[in-house]
């Protein structure tokens, strides 16, 4: 879920897909999987900050595209083929619908800082000489993406900005805790 474009050109294959279908259905044996599994798979330990669980939140829910409150198969399907193969484009596209809380299309502030937050915590834990603060990264995510200066950064502004600046793009990754959940456990063969 990192906004870099996908090194991986192999093509999908059955036995891929049979793979995948075999170590979902073991680890949630329902067919479904429920936020509860979702954290506990991917949130890796119990001593998960607030912010991770919030974080965990809302990829779960970007995840659920048909809003059911679960994760079956074929939606889990799409977010792997979405961290490994998918486009710029479309990730950039799941990381705006991550940060739309309200889901009205723009992002706010109050939006942009609640994900910085979360994002920003956790890499501190990761490197704790990180010394930019929130207030200051969403405020230049701002001064950078909102070029009508109308306070919501659209989806177009969001994407054009990401892609034009690096730091941008750097502060906008959301590839903190699933994508290496899914290095770890889906990808390898058994």
Not at 13 to 22: F, P, S
Not at 113 to 134: F, G, M
Not at 163 to 180: F, G, N, S, Y
């Amino acid at each position: 879920m990192g906004q870099g474009q996908s090194g991986s050109d192999k093509e999908v294959t059955l036995q891929n897909i049979q793979e995948l279908y075999r170590k979902f259905t073991t680890e949630c044996p329902s067919g479904k999987m429920h936020l509860h599994e979702f954290k506990k798979i991917f949130g890796g330990n119990s001593s998960r900050t607030e912010e991770e669980s919030a974080y965990m939140e809302n990829v779960f829910h970007s995840f659920d595209t048909n809003k059911d409150g679960k994760i079956d198969f074929m939606e889990y399907v799409a977010a792997v083929n979405l961290v490994f193969r998918g486009k710029l484009e479309d990730k950039l596209k799941w990381s705006f619908k991550v940060y739309d809380r309200d889901r009205n299309g723009c992002l706010d502030r109050h939006e942009i800082r609640h994900v910085v937050k979360i994002i920003y915590k956790i890499k501190k834990q990761n490197n704790p000489d990180i010394s930019e603060s929130t207030d200051y990264i969403c405020d230049r995510i701002f001064e950078v993406l909102d070029k009508n200066r109308d306070s919501q950064i659209s989806l177009e502004e969001f994407m054009e900005g990401a892609k034009r600046d690096p730091w941008v793009m750097e502060q906008l990754q959301l590839d903190i805790i699933a994508c290496k959940w899914f290095n770890q456990h889906q990808m390898k063969k058994s």
